[in-house]
Every structure is written in C-alpha cells, then in structure tokens.
C-alpha cells in the first residue's frame, strides 16, 4: 500500500457529509485507497453541522421547555414553581451535540485510514482533483475514480437576499441570539415547519407563508391536512395559496409582500423571516462545466444506473443528483456508489426511502400517497387507526395523528405507509422494511407488536385494511 501521504489514490470524495463520509469509509473497507476532501473544518457536512443534527436537538430542547412552561407536565403530577429560557445553555447543549457526532465521524476516518484533506475541491480532468487548502495552497490528487458528493445549499429568492440578521436561511435560524418576537416563514415543507415549531415553544409568534394550498410538500393530503390542524392548535399560524412578492427588511424588522390564488394583497410584518423554499444541488466551484459534467435545466448532475457521470472515471451521489434531499438517501447512494467501484452490486431502491416532519407530533411517509394511486389508475384499498386509541399514546398524553396503509386492492402488498404521531420518525422503519422485502398489509397484522407500544397502531391500521380493527 502507499504512504498515507501520498496523492495518489483508488477514489477521492469531494464532500464529508452523509454520502461522502459513509461512502469513504465503505470504499476503505473494501480495501480501497480512499481520500475525502471537505472545505468545512468538520466532516458531516450541512446535516451534522447546521442541519438534521443541530435542529433535532434544538427541537428536543424546545418541547420540553414548552411542555414544562404550558403546565403539561402537571397531568403527570409534577408542579413546576417557574420555568426559565435559558438559551445560550440551550446553544451550548446543542454545540455539544454537533462536536461529539463530527468527532465520531473524524475518529472513523481515522480508524479505516482514509486520507482527509481540508480544503475545497475541483475537477481538473478525469483522473485529478485540485484542491485549494484550508491552510493555504493547493495541492493536486491522482484517483482512478472521483465522486462528488458536495451536498446542497438553500435556496435565495431573488428578492429575498439572505443578510444573516433580519432575512435567515436555516443555518442562522440554528443560532439565534434571542427569542424573536415574531418569525414569518417562507415555505411550509419539512425546514419551515421545524425551525418554525422550535421558535414557536420558545414564545415567537410564528406566520407560515406557503405558495402551496397545503403544507408539508408531496406528503399524503390526509395525513397533510391533520399535522396542519394539530400545528395551528399550538398557536402556528397559516397563510396557505399565498405567493410572496418582496421582502424588505428594515432596522425595526421585515416585512412581506403577498398576495393570496384570488390575487388580494397581503402584507406581513414581523422582527424576522425564515427563508425555506427549498435546497439545491451545490454545484459552482467544482470544475463541472470545465470538464463537461452534464447537468439538467436545474442544475442537477446527470447520472446512469451505477451513478457515474458521462465523464467516464467521474461519479455524483447525494443532494446533486435526481431524488430527494435527504440524508439517508445520501448515505444509502455513497455506500452504493462505493460497492460498485469495489466491483459489487451497489442498489439504491427509490421506492422505500421514508421522509420525515420531525415537529411534535411527527410526520413520516413512505411509498405512494393516495393522491399518486390515483394519478397513476393504481387500485387500492387504505387502513387507517387514531393513537387516541393506543394505550401507550395515553399513557404518554400524545394522542393527536394516525397511521395510514395503502395497500394493493388485489395483491395487499403494501404500496404506502403515512403517519403523523408521536414518534412517526421511528415508526416509519417498520413500513420500510415491509416494504422492502415485498410484505402484505396482512403480513403486518399478522406480526406480533409490544403490548402496549406505539407500534401496535400500525398493526391495527394493517387489520384495518381488511376491516378487523378493534376500535377503542
């Protein structure tokens, strides 16, 4: 083998987040001499840095403040005298948080003996990547295959400039000095809905400002509809069919122009505005165009079934290819992506990749909605069951949402599983795997559920779907 410091190698990554980092240390596992370049001083890239992580922890934060601050706690038989924000310690856990996973991820690195190099990266040809260190210089590496893997960005409106104090992007929105007193949020998708539930318990105002006529993106319409009810009955507020037009932001605050689908005039004021349309591909700076990397009209690079490019030698993974813009996606495609270099069958299966809301209740989904069923003439049959109805959801006093399974009318295998209720994000796992391995709604209602757990609504909406559920 080569000398670590060495510039030549099997395959170099360009990007340290969730595809780069997990696809680096599955190359060197499979005996691969890997490289990762990545410009941030820490690997993990937007997620563990100023995205899944950092925002988890602030939203695990803010529930029990609001919990505690709303007398919630008191049904459990505790009395609370007075509660107290302290936000910088609520910054500082959070901080803590990021630094012990971007530590894990580097003492990985070092553990498979991948080669990091600081700096950010560009194409010189097929073959060579330049890098432009971090501590000054550049430095040029030799690899037999390239994967870029340099994550996404959010999106700037072009009248919504991002200024870091009163127009935020998501990342600023992680690091507020103080509570504002009024927040209007632009897009009603996944971002919008979390950094706005986190504001909200802490005692900002929060505006939801959504084009759309309903939140939460390509989520199932019915499942959609009830997280929007249970947010507006904690105090978020909605403004939905609604086309913004300016952003102007002053010394004093901010304020929105909109108008609603009948074209009225709206206007919105607050002390600041959460920028969340959407993520895109980040894609400037890596050499793309100069070595005729192939991108679509969105900017979104161009891959075959093996994930490589139509450079041959140069491969993409992650939030610059088709697909959604999530993490474990990400993930799934480096590991992929680094089979196949090694000679394996690396497979992503698109159908089965969940997503998730993580406000309170949540709300994850798999597979196909109602909607898509019938866009697609797919004939189906749905279950359905409430957490109002699960004895552990009592117990926890969490009994908004519901599980919903879609199923094949013919064949009963399950097309798509919804959910809004506490802890969706773990219970979604159940559908993937069913899913994956091709299982019935029966199948399901078949399978022994922990009594009493959340879980056992899912089996009651699998029996559901052959009107067997036991109601109450």
């Not at 925002?55 to 038989?77: P, R, V, Y």
């Not at 400037?284 to 075959?304: K, P």
């Not at 391995?437 to 559920?449: K, Q």
Request: net charge neutral; proline share 3%; aromatic share 4%.
């Amino acid at each position: 083998m080569s000398q670590p410091n060495s510039n030549s190698y099997d395959v170099v990554f360009i990007g340290g987040g969730p595809a780069g980092y997990t696809g680096a240390i599955r190359a060197a596992q499979l005996g691969l001499k890997t490289a990762i370049v990545e410009k941030r001083p820490t690997l993990g890239g937007t997620c563990l840095n100023v995205g899944c992580i950092p925002s988890k922890a602030l939203l695990d934060s803010s529930e029990h403040f609001a919990m505690a601050s709303h007398g919630e706690f008191e049904s459990h038989g505790l009395k609370l005298s007075k509660v107290e924000l302290d936000l910088p310690q609520m910054m500082k856990r959070k901080d803590a948080v990021v630094k012990g996973l971007t530590d894990g991820v580097a003492f990985l690195m070092k553990k498979n003996k991948i080669t990091v190099i600081q700096g950010t990266g560009r194409l010189k040809k097929s073959g060579e990547v330049s890098v432009k260190l971090n501590a000054g210089g550049e430095e040029t590496l030799l690899a037999k295959k390239i994967v870029l893997a340099a994550g996404s960005v959010p999106v700037e409106l072009p009248f919504a400039k991002f200024d870091g104090q009163r127009v935020i992007s998501s990342t600023e929105a992680l690091a507020l000095e103080k509570v504002p007193k009024s927040m209007l949020v632009i897009g009603g998708g996944a971002i919008g809905l979390e950094m706005g539930s986190v504001w909200m318990r802490l005692g900002s105002e929060v505006t939801v400002i959504e084009y759309a006529p309903m939140i939460a993106g390509a989520s199932d319409q019915g499942i959609a509809k009830q997280l929007h009810r249970i947010l507006q009955k904690q105090g978020m507020k909605f403004s939905l069919g609604t086309k913004v037009s300016a952003v102007h932001a002053s010394a004093s605050g901010v304020t929105v122009a909109a108008e609603d689908a009948q074209g009225k005039k709206l206007e919105f004021k607050g002390d600041v505005v959460l920028v969340a349309a959407g993520r895109k591909a980040y894609a400037e700076g890596l050499g793309l165009d100069e070595v005729g990397v192939r991108r679509d009209s969105r900017g979104v690079v161009e891959v075959d079934a093996h994930f490589q490019t139509n450079v041959p030698g140069i491969y993409a993974v992650g939030d610059l290819i088709r697909g959604p813009m999530l993490a474990h996606k990400a993930e799934e495609e480096g590991v992929a992506v680094a089979e196949i270099l090694a000679g394996r069958a690396g497979h992503v299966n698109y159908e089965t990749v969940p997503s998730v809301i993580y406000t309170w209740p949540e709300l994850a989904s798999v597979g196909l909605t109602e909607e898509q069923c019938k866009a697609e003439s797919v004939a189906y049959k749905v279950g359905q069951f409430p957490f109002i109805a699960n004895g552990r959801a009592r117990a926890l006093g969490s009994t908004d949402g519901m599980v919903k399974i879609i199923a094949d009318q013919k064949t009963d295998r399950v097309l798509g599983v919804h959910i809004v209720g506490p802890r969706a994000s773990d219970m979604i796992a159940e559908a993937v795997v069913a899913m994956e391995f091709g299982a019935s709604s029966e199948d399901i209602a078949r399978s022994f559920h922990g009594h009493p757990t959340l879980s056992e609504v899912m089996r009651e909406a699998a029996l559901a779907v052959d009107q067997r559920a036991r109601q109450g």
